[in-house]
């Protein structure tokens, strides 16, 4: 109940206006309706108009995050609409709601069963209940149940109500980051029509009248309570642009076959225990979700599976007929497609998934949406162009970095002078460079200049480390003379770059190390100029084969001709493939074949590379020499772009740079 802390004389005006105020809620209705129900200008919540912003201009700071406009009631559409059974919206004679507010938060909530729970600032809230809303209508099914079922579209549970009527969704937004998104972004560049149009593109890969489950990325924990840092899944990025965990996303195709398909889009979201909110901060609910992600209907996880047997029962009434078409070849179509291997926790606790699974009727979608993601939209070039820039740059300062450091060293480290300078200048401490410490500066100034994450695990290998492909140790210094291989990218937005370099931080490369690196380089250079639309990523990869048998021949490597070392020799020395798929994934969409032809839209890598190991076969100057070189190339169609060329990569533009950051370090 109300504590009133007012002197004896006002508490009686209090109590009055308590009791007048009760009265007139004895026409609250007996489940509060969801703000999703309202226009914003009939809510029945006080709301300030909230000032606009230009894109170009910072906003001031505050110590409540920024939020977005709830949906209004032509969003919020009944479960029943999703199995034919009209709804109807009308006014109800409206009755009692028990409020108890409580003395610690004072916060207006339910007292019914119905599991409805609404909490925002109390600030006029019985003025405007008085005022207006026991006119409200209510949403109402054309069965005339309403109250407590789970068969409502909105489920307000955690929705926190900023001012202006408005709710957050712990994610970037147009409004908490203007500088990055525009009006209509849930992405930076990437629409809610964009996303609409992937699934619309999506959907009519699979057999009509298809449903495509794709659950978000499960919360990892190291030990304990203890979470690794979240990743979200990739293909619900993709089709949705939603970055919470625990939310599965429901795309169906519906409509008459010769109209093209009409894809339902359908969000269900964890519901979060209310103790949960000190600890995680509130979660996703059903009105943000439409709000920003714009799905058809959301839902409330604990709805899933009569959802799916509902949608299993419709779907099993739309067979194509015999002059359809689909990638599949399938007939009749099966009901729900999947990811097994991504989803296979969600498969586990959701028992339509499961039966499906048990008797073989749940298909895998992978080669479905490895095939649409294959191909970048103007939107992801524009992002994955960004993720390269970011990683190209974060390469730059650690190449110079790395290069003052070694100079420092060279220079007699802690002697005085341009040594002394530089090595107590430097970010990286110790008389030479560390690998550790290379790894946490381009982390730093990926996440510095906008990136969320390492792209994949860092490989930062000085002298023969280079020789392991998936070096990850990162635990040593770079010995003088050594040459320096990295192997780092970024993601953006989760859109991934991919680069690798070899440098000489103490200056130049030696004579059996610059001999091997311009090996490789020729080698890159050529697959580079063959990367156009037709081009195949085997063909590709065949003639860095060639090329590099035949290098691995001139160095004394291989005996023979370089034809009979490129039937098998080679493989101990190039283990790799010369590239592969780039995007949302590191190694994006793997189940595209490298026979498929080269498209616009499509990026790729290519990283060609020796390894010689210290072995009898390899001459004694040679062992311990590791180089891959790596480049993010765009199809273009005209033929390619590489993403990554800010990044020095020949052996004299390397040089020099390292040259001339240790001269600016020493001035």
């Avoid at 409805?116 to 006119?135: D, E, K, M, V, W």
């Avoid at 964890?270 to 209907?297: E, I, S």
């Avoid at 390492?454 to 280079?466: C, H, M, N, Q």
Wanted: net charge neutral.
């Amino acid at each position: 109940m109300w504590r009133f802390a007012g002197s004896r004389k006002s508490r009686p005006i209090f109590r009055s206006f308590l009791a007048k105020a009760f009265r007139a809620a004895s026409s609250l209705p007996s489940v509060l309706p969801s703000p999703a129900f309202f226009p914003l200008s009939s809510s029945p919540f006080p709301s300030t108009p909230r000032r606009s912003l230009s894109p170009n201009v910072t906003p001031p700071l505050s110590t409540a995050p920024r939020s977005f406009p709830i949906p209004s009631a032509s969003s919020a559409v009944p479960f029943e609409s999703a199995v034919s059974q009209p709804a109807a919206v009308r006014s109800e004679p409206v009755s009692r709601q028990i409020l108890d507010l409580d003395a610690a938060d004072c916060n207006p909530r339910s007292a019914s069963s119905t599991g409805y729970s609404l909490q925002f600032n109390p600030a006029g809230y019985l003025s405007s209940c008085i005022n207006r809303i026991s006119t409200a209508p209510l949403l109402q099914t054309a069965n005339g149940s309403r109250g407590g079922s789970r068969r409502w579209l909105h489920h307000v549970a955690g929705g926190e109500l900023r001012d202006g009527g408005s709710v957050e969704v712990g994610q970037p937004t147009p409004e908490s980051h203007p500088e990055l998104l525009g009006p209509n972004d849930i992405l930076p560049g990437v629409t809610t029509a964009e996303f609409a149009a992937r699934r619309k593109a999506v959907m009519s890969r699979l057999p009509h009248g298809s449903v495509l489950v794709v659950g978000a990325a499960p919360v990892r924990y190291m030990a304990g309570i203890v979470p690794f840092p979240y990743r979200p899944d990739s293909d619900m990025v993709y089709l949705t642009g939603c970055w919470h965990p625990g939310v599965v996303a429901v795309i169906e195709s519906r409509g008459g076959e010769g109209q093209g398909p009409e894809v339902q889009f359908s969000l269900f979201l964890p519901r979060q225990q209310a103790d949960m909110v000190v600890w995680d901060g509130r979660a996703l609910d059903p009105p943000a979700a439409t709000a920003f992600f714009k799905p058809d209907r959301a839902l409330f996880m604990d709805a899933l599976d009569e959802y799916l047997l509902e949608a299993q029962r419709r779907t099993s009434a739309h067979r194509p007929s015999s002059s359809s078409t689909s990638s599949f070849g399938l007939s009749p179509p099966p009901r729900i497609f999947c990811d097994h291997r991504a989803n296979r926790d969600l498969i586990a606790t959701v028992p339509a998934l499961a039966a499906e699974l048990a008797t073989g009727q749940l298909l895998s979608s992978r080669s479905a949406l490895d095939e649409q993601r294959w191909i970048k939209s103007e939107a992801e070039q524009g992002l994955m162009r960004r993720a390269a820039e970011i990683a190209g740059e974060a390469f730059l300062t650690a190449m110079r970095e790395t290069a003052a450091v070694a100079g420092a060293a060279a220079a007699g480290g802690g002697g005085g002078g341009c040594g002394s300078a530089a090595h107590k200048e430097g970010h990286m401490g110790g008389s030479s460079p560390h690998e550790a410490h290379i790894a946490a500066l381009i982390e730093f100034e990926c996440k510095w200049r906008g990136a969320q994450r390492f792209a994949y695990p860092p490989v930062v290998a000085g002298g023969a480390s280079a020789c392991v492909v998936h070096y990850l140790r990162n635990d040593k210094p770079v010995q003088p003379g050594e040459a320096l291989l990295v192997d780092a990218g970024c993601e953006y937005f989760g859109y991934a770059s991919d680069i690798t370099r070899v440098w000489p931080p103490f200056g130049r490369f030696s004579p059996a190390q610059r001999a091997v690196y311009e090996a490789v380089r020729q080698a890159m250079v050529e697959c580079i100029a063959m990367c156009k639309p037709g081009a195949t990523l085997r063909d590709i990869h065949q003639h860095s084969v060639i090329a590099l048998s035949s290098a691995l021949v001139q160095l004394g490597v291989c005996t023979g001709s370089a034809q009979q070392a490129a039937r098998g020799a080679f493989r101990q020395f190039y283990p790799t493939s010369v590239g592969h798929w780039l995007g949302l994934d590191t190694h994006d969409s793997a189940s595209v074949s490298a026979l498929q032809p080269l498209k616009p839209g499509v990026v790729l890598t290519i990283e060609p590379g020796l390894y010689l190991p210290d072995i009898e076969q390899v001459p004694k100057h040679l062992r311990g020499i590791g180089v891959r070189i790596e480049d993010d190339i765009l199809i273009t169609a005209d033929g390619n772009e590489n993403l990554t060329a800010a990044v020095p990569a020949d052996v004299d533009a390397l040089e020099a740079l390292m040259a001339e950051a240790k001269e600016n370090r020493c001035r």
